[in-house]
T-cell receptor, first 113, second 112 residues
Framework: QKEVEQDPGPLSVPEGAIVSLNCTYS??????FMWYRQYSRKGPELLMY????GNKEDGRFTAQVDKSSKYISLFIRDSQPSDSATYLC?????????????FGSGTRLQVQP | EAQVTQNPRYLITVTGKKLTVTCSQN?????MSWYRQDPGLGLRQIYY???????DKGDVPEGYKVSRKEKRNFPLILESPSPNQTSLYFC???????????FGQGTRLTVV
């Protein structure tokens, strides 16, 4: 079983829809949670970064972390065709020791005009 | 402009022929790392470096070498590439390493 599970999609939604992207994880030591967006033939770009549990909002994007359920989500409001990309969740453990992110395998999102 | 630059972007090589993929960042970041991305497996860390002359193995280091002689550069070396190293490679950097703030554009390597 992978440490981080993410539905690969593709997830197809109409423009303007609310999108929900999710990851589950098994390692309770994870404390830092990130969402990256990756366009085709590009490197990942950091969208949201959350420490521990709770919500964080940035424009149309909201990240939620539920450590008790080992479940994180990214919500995209008023989705646009330009949001079409692969979304990767990532997480890491305490700040001491080896610093490495564990990534999900990504969910491909298609927003139809 | 803040960026991580990788070269080359595309490379086709033959088994056993040594190659180097360069990575350079212009943000004075202490932390740099290399990942490979394979379908269904996501991004997996190969090596990372917390500062000059400080490097350590990630999850999949076999068959790779790195060096960090200068803060801005972190080359990835494949001494004897094999077909199972065919992949998409990303270099990343960040100030402290808690998140990977910046990724390069990627190097698509094919070993035949």
């Amino acid at each position: 079983q992978k440490e981080v599970e993410q539905d690969p999609g593709p997830l197809s939604v109409p423009e303007g829809a609310i999108v929900s992207l999710n990851c589950t994880y098994s390692n309770s030591a994870f404390q830092y949670f990130m969402w990256y967006r990756q366009y085709s033939r590009k490197g990942p770009e950091l969208l949201m970064y959350t420490y521990s549990s709770g919500n964080k909002e940035d424009g149309r994007f909201t990240a939620q972390v539920d450590k008790s359920s080992k479940y994180i989500s990214l919500f995209i409001r008023d989705s646009q065709p330009s949001d079409s990309a692969t979304y990767l969740c990532a997480m890491s453990g305490p700040s001491t020791g080896r610093r490495a992110l564990t990534f999900g395998s990504g969910t491909r999102l298609q927003v139809q005009p | 402009e803040a960026q991580v630059t990788q070269n080359p972007r595309y490379l086709i090589t033959v088994t056993g022929k040594k190659l180097t993929v360069t990575c350079s960042q212009n943000m004075n970041h202490e932390y740099m790392s290399w990942y490979r991305q394979d379908p269904g497996l996501g991004l997996r860390q190969i090596y990372y470096s917390m500062n000059v002359e400080v490097t350590d193995k990630g999850d999949v280091p076999e068959g790779y070498k790195v060096s960090r002689k200068e803060k801005r550069n972190f080359p990835l070396i494949l001494e004897s590439p094999s077909p199972n190293q065919t992949s998409l490679y990303f270099c990343a950097s960040s100030l402290q390493g808690l998140t990977e703030a910046f990724f390069g554009q990627g190097t698509r390597l094919t070993v035949v």
